[in-house]
């Protein structure tokens, strides 16, 4: 499907030279102290979500490598439109682009677009650990999360932990991740340019489409993986 595809080489390298090592860095908290039969169970829960974590970490570190790789490769993306365009059309975008071009460019949103899926994903499964840890309540009406667990140990005497855990998903770089990631599952996605028409108030304008170049998104997906 794609002519340009790393050698385990030219991957291993970015991948080390990325120096990740972990999706996310926090210090391992989860283990019951086996005092009866559920907390062994429980221990047992506790594994199978580590494994899970872990495997979602490594696929959204296998999917930075290859957005790496492809916008080393060179997206000209930038600018992405010009206007007037060549042959008398009114804008024109990707003015730059080949053939070529237009392979990574979806090569990178197909990874990019898996990475924040696998983060994100990532980022919940943590949740189940921490109910797991904390045997904290649920009710029907609520499911487990990331941001529903924080809320739970807000209310317990784990308001130090939650207020760490709350301070990574505060924070700037995350909350930015987090709208691509919502804009791209949910709504239209940053890396394609969308139909620049808008409306508002009862009135409706046509322009230039709005697009989010290559080299932006991965610089969120690192900063984000950095905190």
């Known amino acids: 499907m794609f002519s340009d595809y790393p050698t385990d080489e030219v991957f291993n390298k970015i991948y080390h030279d990325l120096g990740f090592q972990s999706l996310f860095t926090f210090d391992p908290i989860f283990m019951k102290t086996i005092e009866s039969p559920s907390d062994l169970l429980d221990n047992l829960e506790i594994r199978h979500w580590e494994n899970l ?3 979602r970490s490594n696929r959204a570190l296998i999917a930075m490598t290859f957005t790496k790789f492809y916008l080393d490769k060179g997206i000209p ?5 010009i206007s007037p365009g060549k042959n008398g059309v009114s804008i024109e975008y990707f003015p730059k682009f080949e053939k070529k071009h237009f392979v990574r460019h979806m090569a990178f949103n197909y990874h ?3 990475f924040f899926h696998q983060a994100f994903s990532a980022i919940d ?4 650990l921490l109910f797991l840890q904390f045997s904290l309540p649920l009710n029907q009406r609520e499911k487990i999360s990331y941001h529903t ?3 739970k140990l807000a209310s317990m005497d784990e308001k130090d932990l939650a207020t760490k855990l709350k301070e ?3 924070s700037a770089h995350f909350q930015l991740a987090s709208s691509i990631r919502n804009d791209s599952t949910h709504n239209h996605p940053h890396t394609r340019v969308n139909s620049g028409i808008e409306k508002h108030n009862g009135t409706i304008s046509f322009g230039v489409g709005k697009y989010t170049s290559c080299k932006k998104i991965f610089e969120v997906i690192v900063t984000a993986n950095a905190n």
């Open 149 to 151: 667990a924080i809320r």
């Open 77 to 81: 993306d930038d600018p992405y439109f």
């Open 168 to 170: 990574i998903t505060d």
């Open 53 to 55: 974590f872990a495997s």
């Open 125 to 128: 499964t943590i949740g189940h």
């Open 112 to 114: 990019s677009d898996f």
